[in-house]
């Protein structure tokens, strides 16, 4: 019986493109570059995975280095360092988004193809959920979003959460 390689099946990367209807702010066609390290329990529905999110693109009136080269920077140490260990018992999924800047929400259709410009949307409605279902139904926990990480204040009621939220209880927590 032929055993499996040990390394390819714990990493898989793979670039997702996806269509913006045409007309809209960033053009027609985007990639979302997504990276999976597989945990044991992965294929089965103790699997617990979490997202890490960051998004490479940026725009003139923007600060790239921080918003979001930082983020990224940050996600791709991450990565590094989780390549140290293959004992890890949960997956994780790794994400660089494409057009995340001045692209609109999109209608989104969770599990259904859509049109969308912006690359978070494009990786919820068409990735996760045929991915989910083709991993034993696992448990999504959630992803962690790296954006803009260079600004730093410790003082209370410094920052805002934008509006708005597809989930408008997270915001209570945070
Ligand atoms: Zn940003």
């Given at each position: ?33 997504i990276g999976v390290k597989r945990g044991k329990l992965n294929g089965t529905s103790d699997d617990k995975i979490v ?79 045929p991915f989910l279902r083709s991993s034993g139904r696992p448990e999504f926990q959630g992803i962690f979003m790296l ?28």
């Amino acid at each position: 019986m032929a055993q499996s390689p040990p390394h390819s099946t714990v990493w898989r990367l793979q670039c997702k493109n996806f269509t913006a209807p045409s007309g809209s702010v960033r053009g027609n066609a985007g990639t979302n570059i997504i990276g999976v390290k597989r945990g044991k329990l992965n294929g089965t529905s103790d699997d617990k995975i979490v997202a890490v999110g960051a998004h490479y693109d940026t725009v003139s009136n923007s600060p790239g280095v921080n918003d979001d080269g930082s983020g990224m920077a940050a996600m791709l140490e991450i990565a590094r360092v989780m390549t140290s260990s293959n004992e890890q018992n949960f997956t994780t999924i790794f994400v660089a988004f494409d057009h995340e800047e001045n692209a609109p929400p999109a209608r989104v259709a969770i599990g259904t193809p859509c049109e969308t410009p912006r690359g978070s949307d494009d990786f919820v409605c068409s990735w996760l959920l045929p991915f989910l279902r083709s991993s034993g139904r696992p448990e999504f926990q959630g992803i962690f979003m790296l954006e803009t990480i260079m600004n730093y204040d410790p003082q209370p009621n410094v920052q805002t959460v934008p509006q708005p939220l597809a989930f408008p209880n997270v915001r209570i927590r945070i």
